[in-house]
């Protein structure tokens, strides 16, 4: 299983379901987009949860054609009401992607329009809820569908090897490991290495809320 990312919920007339934490990064994660995306293109978000990225997000980056994608096919009907109560236009439902399969398992129709030629791919508090395989095959299928001169965003906690751990970052990487002991707070080294390997180069590194991170990658020339 690519990713078991927690879900959480509160009272809805509807299928939104909603995560305590995006509500507090949310603006940050807009902050960095909306100052280092292309002035228009095509963004696929990995991961995309119950959704209020999505909705919150994007619907302030109108220029952006924002494609929607999850494993968990149960979080689809709480992506596609978040969209849908957001009343935005550049904001497409949910595909289902298995980033441990080859090409993501997309669908061909899907892949074609996708395949070199998405400008932007973002996720979010994904690859330290997973195994390790989970970020191999993410990186892997995002050089191949990126654009020549894509990005690639990451957002989550990160160890970096010259700055000290904040201590509610070792004690989330034990709760982690605790429930799988697969999963946990990787190494940026690891990250950018792996990147690397495939054609993607760290470009810039974005401090985020409660000691988080957004790596912001491009394609080597």
């Known amino acids: 299983m690519p990713s078991q990312k927690p879900k959480s919920s509160s009272p809805s007339p509807d299928a939104r379901r909603y995560a305590p934490a995006t509500e507090r990064n949310r603006q ?73 399969r080859r090409d993501w398992g997309l669908e061909e129709k899907k892949l074609s329009q996708l395949h070199s030629k998405t400008d932007v791919i973002t996720c979010a508090n994904m690859i330290h809820i997973a195994p390790w395989e989970v970020a191999i095959g993410f990186i892997q299928g995002a ?35 605790e429930r799988n002991s697969s999963w946990g707070i990787r190494q940026l080294d690891d990250v950018k290495k792996l990147a690397a390997d495939h054609g993607l180069v760290l470009h810039k590194i974005h401090p985020m809320p409660a000691n988080n991170l957004f790596l912001q990658f491009k394609k080597a020339d």
Do not use: M
Request: charged share 15%; no cysteine; net charge negative.
């Open 28 to 100: 940050a994660i807009y902050e960095v987009l909306k100052d280092n995306l292309p002035a228009t293109g095509q963004l696929l978000e990995v991961a995309s949860g119950t959704g209020e990225h999505a909705a919150w997000v994007g619907s302030r980056l109108p220029t952006i054609t924002w494609q929607t994608s999850e494993y968990d096919r149960d979080l689809f009907s709480s992506i596609q009401a978040h969209i849908q109560a957001s009343a935005a236009q550049n904001i497409s439902p949910p595909v289902h992607i298995d980033v441990t």
């Open 143 to 177: 050089s191949k569908l990126l654009s020549p001169k894509g990005l690639l965003f990451i957002y989550g906690p990160f160890f970096q090897s010259d700055v000290e751990t904040a201590p509610s970052n070792l004690e989330f990487d034990n709760w982690l490991k």
